[in-house]
């Protein structure tokens, strides 16, 4: 089963993962929601639309916006719309 851990804490982890350019995005009931603080920081995707992140925090260490999602994910997209994905060192295993 997939799953996402950062400083030896399970972040996520479903057997109900997509995967989308690569990427393994978890369904939002699979995080573990203790580790997450949402961020400000915001960027565009041309085909899946305005990604929010969340600033990962695991025994007082952040990984900035090392996780990511789409809220209102373009037609596409709506497939993983809400769906989180992760990078900057957030080891994702398959």
Known sequence: MPKAIWNGAILAESDRTL???????????????EYFRQSNTHTTCPWKGEASYYTIVVDGQENKDAAWYYPQAKEKAKHIEGYI??????KVEV
Do not use: L, T
């Open 19 to 33: 995967v989308v350019e690569r990427n393994q995005y978890f369904p939002p009931d699979s995080i573990n929601q």
């Open 85 to 90: 994905a992760f990078w900057r060192g957030v």
